[in-house]
C-alpha cells in the first residue's frame, strides 16, 4: 500500500496563530486525499476531502475559512489552521486515497496543541 | 443517513482467547464497503480487513475474521487467539458508493489484552 507521512507530527502553536500541516503519499500518486480530525478517546471526524487541482469539498459544520486545504500536487496536500483557538486542538489524521474503492491508507497523524 | 454503532466502550481479553467486537451500520444505499482499523496509543490507523456488501463469503485476514450478518446490518471483527500487541483501540467503519469514497467511522472500542 501508499506510505502516508504527515509533518510535523506534533506542534504547539499559541492561540491566534497559523499553522500548517503537511501530508505527502511518498510512493503513490493521490488523486484524493482526505482530512479527519479526532480528539482524545473519540472517533475521526472527516473534514474534508482534497482533490488534486480542485477545491476541496468541506463536511458539513467545518470552516473552510479557518481550515485551508491545499492539494496542489498529487502527492501533496495541506491543512493550514488559520488564526487558532485552544479548542482546535486535536489529531488531525490525513488519508489517501488508493487505486482499488476500499483502499484508503492513513498518516501517523499531527497533534495540535493551542496554547 | 450512513451511521456505525460500536455499544463497546471497552472490552477485557486474556491473553490465547478470540474476542469479538460487535459493529452494526445503517444506510440504505447497496453497495457499501465495511472497514475495520485499530489504533495503538501512537495514534496511527491500521487497516485490518475489509467487507465488500456483495462479497459472499466473510473476510479473513490471519487471526481477523469479519462476521458479516447483511439482515443484521452487523459486521463484527473477530480476534482469534489475543495477544498483549493486539490492546489498541479498534474502529468500524463504512463507505457508501453514493457517498464518494470517505469514511465514515465508529465511536471505536477499547480492547484491552492482559496475560
Known amino acids: 500500500g501508499a506510505v502516508v507521512s504527515q509533518h510535523p507530527s506534533w506542534v504547539i502553536c499559541k492561540s491566534g496563530t497559523s499553522v500548517k500541516i503537511e501530508c505527502r503519499s511518498l510512493?503513490?500518486?493521490?488523486?484524493?486525499m482526505f482530512w479527519y480530525r479526532q480528539f482524545p478517546k473519540q472517533s475521526l471526524m472527516l473534514m474534508a476531502t482534497?482533490?488534486?487541482?480542485?477545491?476541496?469539498?468541506?463536511e458539513q459544520g467545518v470552516e473552510k475559512d479557518k481550515f485551508l486545504i491545499n492539494h496542489a500536487s498529487l502527492t501533496l496536500s495541506t491543512l493550514t489552521v488559520t488564526s487558532a483557538h485552544p479548542e482546535d486542538s486535536s489529531f488531525y489524521i490525513c488519508?489517501?486515497?488508493?487505486?482499488?474503492?476500499?483502499?484508503?491508507?492513513f498518516g501517523p497523524g499531527t497533534r495540535l496543541t493551542v496554547t | 443517513a450512513q451511521k456505525i454503532t460500536q455499544t463497546q466502550p471497552g472490552m477485557f481479553v486474556q491473553e490465547k482467547e478470540a474476542v469479538t467486537l460487535d459493529c452494526t451500520y445503517d444506510?440504505?444505499?447497496?453497495?457499501?464497503?465495511l472497514f475495520w482499523y485499530k489504533q495503538p496509543s501512537s495514534g496511527e490507523m491500521i487497516f485490518l480487513i475489509y467487507?465488500?456488501?456483495?462479497?459472499?463469503q466473510n473476510a479473513t485476514e490471519g487471526r481477523y475474521s469479519l462476521n458479516f450478518q447483511k439482515a443484521r446490518k452487523s459486521a463484527n471483527l473477530v480476534i482469534s487467539a489475543s495477544q498483549l500487541g493486539d490492546s489498541a483501540m479498534y474502529f468500524c467503519?463504512?463507505?457508501?458508493?453514493?457517498?464518494?469514497?470517505?469514511?465514515?467511522f465508529g465511536k471505536g472500542t477499547t480492547l484491552s489484552v492482559s496475560s
Open positions: 488519508a489517501v486515497q488508493g487505486q482499488v474503492d476500499y483502499e484508503q491508507y
Open positions: 510512493d503513490f500518486q493521490a488523486t484524493t
Open positions: 482534497s482533490n488534486e487541482g480542485s477545491k476541496a469539498t468541506y
Open positions: 444506510t440504505s444505499d447497496p453497495s457499501y464497503g
Open positions: 467487507q465488500g456488501s456483495y462479497d459472499q
Open positions: 467503519a463504512m463507505r457508501v458508493e453514493q457517498a464518494g469514497t470517505a469514511l465514515i
